[in-house]
């Protein structure tokens, strides 16, 4: 089993739809969560990080933590064409180190 | 935001030649870099990772005598890819907590393209 998974898409969204993307870990001692972006031919960058259950809002984006399920998610509202990118969910496990998952491709339609 | 570096950002080498890769944080000082590798259409691979003053932490399957990792200063790390093969094309990142104690929060570089012909 994969520390950090996601499903590798692609998510297809209409424009202006909310695109939801999920995160599921393995390691119950996590602490922190993260989201990067990352677009074509370019490296991530960091867009939402999370740390206590509920939901955090940053703009259009909302990330979402459940611990005892251990899954993590991003939505995306009013998505835009500009959004399109692959998502990935990084988490920062008790050994130190952060754990990205294999990435979320989104295409968002005009 | 913070603001990592790489040189260069792509290279064309010749197989069995050696390739360097630098990264800088510009405005921070990293006493940790990570080094990542990408290939096309799959996920981020961590190398290793670069520590300040002492050697660096590799990754299972990671080969150190082939990518040799020093981390000179406090804004400075560079990857040597050694005598490179084509299988060793791949897209290299680099990345720096801004803050030691928070290591999920990372700054990446723009990347390296390498090519091995």
């Known amino acids: 089993q994969k520390e950090v998974e996601q499903n590798s898409g692609p998510l297809s969204v209409p424009e202006g739809a909310i695109a939801s993307l999920n995160c599921t870990y393995s390691d119950r001692g996590s602490q922190s969560f993260f989201w990067y972006r990352q677009y074509s031919g370019k490296s991530p960058e960091l867009i939402m990080s999370i740390y206590s259950n509920g939901d955090k809002e940053d703009g259009r984006f909302t990330a979402q933590l459940n611990k005892a399920s251990q899954y993590v998610s991003l939505l995306i509202r009013d998505s835009q064409p500009s959004d399109s990118a692959t998502y990935l969910c990084a988490v920062h496990n008790a050994g130190n180190m952060l754990t990205f998952g294999g990435g979320t491709r989104l295409m968002v339609k005009p | 935001g913070a603001v990592v570096s790489q040189h260069p950002s792509w290279v064309i080498c010749k197989s069995g030649t050696s390739v360097k890769i630098e990264c800088r944080s510009l405005d921070f000082q990293a006493t940790t870099m990570f080094w990542y590798r990408q290939f096309p259409k799959q996920s981020l691979m961590l190398m290793a990772t670069?520590?300040?003053?002492?050697?660096?932490?590799?990754e299972q399957g990671v080969e150190k005598d082939k990518f040799l990792i020093n981390h000179a200063s406090l804004t400075l790390s560079t990857l040597t890819v050694t005598s490179a093969h084509p299988e060793d094309s791949s897209f290299y990142i680099c990345?720096?907590?801004?803050?030691?104690?928070?290591?999920?929060?990372?700054?990446f570089g723009p990347g390296t393209r390498l090519t091995v012909t």
């Open positions: 990345s720096a907590p801004l803050t030691s104690g928070m290591v999920g929060e990372q700054y």
């Open positions: 670069s520590n300040e003053g002492s050697k660096a932490t590799y």
